[in-house]
């Protein structure tokens, strides 16, 4: 009779999680992806990225090229995206070399910066002579926790073809 309720109390715990006793770790817990998003569409250049239900969006510009949103919970924390026209690249400046595809399968550059008050991941793709920016901010003491949230929205970054 004991040994049966030990093991009952042992799936008990299985099933419920400990994750309660570590709650005091040194170290953040990641941020959890959101359970809802929504897609923000760019009609002049034809781009479209996922964004979480509930985040606040900036005025669009009047020539159209972009927008940004902020996590009304967390105003430091922002994803932004812009395109613009660009003549061809002199062979004196080239692009960038990829380091990134998309999970459209479009190449592009991803780049990290970690600066002492706010951090950057930031996506760059060209098509088209086009060139495509998103970006995502956080204060550099939260960017380790977005992290993976940031790169999620990068991958499925998207160009009509």
Not at 22 to 44: I, M
Not at 83 to 105: C, I, L
Not at 124 to 135: A, S
């Amino acid at each position: 009779m004991k040994r049966g309720l030990v093991w009952m109390l042992v799936g008990i715990l299985g099933l419920t999680g400990c994750e309660p006793l570590f709650q005091n770790r040194a170290e953040p817990l990641q941020a959890k992806l959101p359970d809802r998003w929504q897609t923000y569409r760019n009609a002049r250049f034809e781009f479209e990225f996922l964004y979480p239900e509930g985040w606040v969006d900036s005025i669009l510009p009047e020539n159209r090229d972009g927008v940004a949103f902020s996590d009304p919970k967390n105003p430091g924390v922002e994803i932004r995206s812009w395109a613009e026209f660009v003549r061809s690249t002199p062979a004196k400046t080239p692009r960038p070399a990829p380091n990134f595809t998309t999970e459209q399968g479009l190449p592009g550059r991803l780049d990290v910066k970690v600066e002492p008050q706010i951090s950057t991941i930031a996506l760059t793709l060209y098509q088209n002579n086009v060139e495509y920016n998103w970006r995502g901010t956080a204060p550099s003491g939260e960017f380790g926790n977005y992290y993976r949230f940031f790169s999620f929205i990068a991958s499925r970054y998207r160009v009509a073809k």
